[in-house]
């Protein structure tokens, strides 16, 4: 069964740094895009981060220079440093797998980040 | 950045009914579109991409079409399992942006 479990989601103060982990299982995951969803509390989805499986690197101008994607082909695991923290980044944190025609076809369940002092 | 505006932000209707909501790019991005269904906690479900082509396992009463800038999702006949919130996300471009939802209630 293809399957992502985030994990790492936690109340933190603002200005302070968080690292959130999703856990591959089911796939070939060193073949595929990997992805960052987040969904603020009542709002809408928001695309922020990919890598794909070569490096490249993509961000929304909201996270660029304070959030950093990685992932570990080995360990079949992505993950998203968060540092200098805002209120508005509360939110539910999603990993999700993109497939060769460009949807997020997998989502795991969601890590929920809260920042508040 | 490419904006995605969907409408209408709030639609009302009955089982049974056929609905359509409307997803509109700030810009052309062919047929790279994808929509999206969320129930509440819960993560979102891929039903269509590209921008008519059904998902696994997701009912025939779906179906999308469009391409350019304008794009529709349509449920032939509305199940008490569709009342959620939908989203398009356009793939054309990084990033690549949501539509803002549509939420589907009961009338």
């Known amino acids: 069964e293809v399957q992502l479990v985030e994990s790492g989601g936690g109340l933190v103060q603002p200005g302070g740094s968080l690292r959130l982990s999703c856990g591959a299982s089911g796939f070939t995951f060193n073949t595929y895009i990997m992805n960052w969803v987040r969904q603020a509390p009542g709002r809408g989805l928001e695309w922020i981060s990919c890598i794909s499986s070569t490096g490249t690197i993509y961000y929304a101008d909201s996270v660029k220079g304070r959030f950093t994607i990685s992932r570990d082909n080995a360990k079949n695991s992505l993950y998203l440093q968060m540092n200098s923290l805002r209120a508005e980044d509360t939110a539910v944190y999603y990993c999700?797998?993109?497939?060769?025609?460009?949807?997020?076809?997998?989502w795991g369940q969601g890590t929920l980040v809260t920042v508040s002092s | 950045d490419i904006q995605m505006t969907q409408s209408p932000s709030t639609l009302s209707a009955s089982v049974g009914d056929r609905v359509t909501i409307t997803c509109r790019a700030s810009?052309?991005?062919?047929?790279?579109l994808a929509w999206y269904q969320q129930k509440p906690g819960k993560a979102p479900k891929v039903l269509i991409y590209?921008?008519?082509s059904l998902e696994s396992g997701v009912p025939s009463r779906f179906s999308g079409s469009g391409s350019g800038t304008e794009f529709t999702l349509t449920i032939s006949s509305l199940q008490p399992d569709d009342f959620a919130t939908y989203y398009c996300?356009?793939?054309?471009?990084?990033?690549?942006?949501f539509g803002q939802g549509t939420k589907l209630e009961i009338k």
């Open positions: 590209k921008p008519s």
């Open positions: 996300q356009q793939y054309y471009s990084y990033p690549n942006t």
């Open positions: 810009q052309s991005i062919s047929s790279y």
């Open positions: 999700a797998r993109r497939v060769g025609l460009g949807l997020l076809d997998t």
